[in-house]
C-alpha cells in the first residue's frame, strides 16, 4: 500500500515556474513508477510526465516536453515535477500517481493539487 501526498500548487503568471512535489509513504516507493497526471475543467486527465523505478526512463507528453521535469528521490520517498515557461493552457488538477508495475494501470493516487496560471 502507498499514500500519496501532492503539493506545491498555486497561482502563478504565465512565463513563471512552479515545483510539484509528491510524498508517499511505504517501504516500497523505490520499487514504484510513478506519474504526473492533469486534468482541466471539461477535459479528460491527462498523463504528462512518468519516470521508472530507478530514474532512468522519463517520458513526457508533447505538450510539457521541454518545460516540465520528472524527478524522483528515493531516500525522501519523493518525486517532483518542475514546471518552466507555464502557460495559461497548464491550468488543472494536477495529480501524482504510483504503480508497482508498467504493465498495470496506476493503482494509487495523491488527492491532487490545483495549478493555476494566469495571462
Known amino acids: 500500500q502507498v499514500q500519496l501526498v501532492a503539493s506545491g500548487g498555486g497561482l502563478v503568471q504565465a512565463g513563471g515556474s512552479l515545483r510539484l512535489s509528491c510524498a508517499a509513504s511505504?517501504?516500497?516507493?523505490?520499487?514504484?513508477?510513478m506519474g504526473w497526471f492533469r486534468q482541466a475543467p471539461g477535459k479528460e486527465r491527462e498523463l504528462i510526465a512518468r519516470i521508472s523505478w530507478g530514474g532512468s526512463y522519463t517520458y513526457y507528453a508533447d505538450s510539457v516536453k521541454g518545460r516540465f521535469t520528472i524527478s524522483r528521490d528515493n531516500a525522501k520517498n519523493t518525486v517532483y515535477l518542475q514546471m518552466n515557461s507555464l502557460k495559461p493552457e497548464d491550468t488543472a488538477v494536477y495529480y501524482c500517481?504510483?504503480?508497482?508495475?508498467?504493465?498495470?494501470?496506476?493503482?494509487?493516487w495523491g488527492q491532487g493539487t490545483q495549478v493555476t496560471v494566469s495571462s
Open positions: 500517481a504510483a504503480r508497482s508495475s508498467i504493465v498495470t494501470t496506476y493503482e494509487y
Open positions: 511505504g517501504r516500497t516507493f523505490s520499487t514504484y513508477d
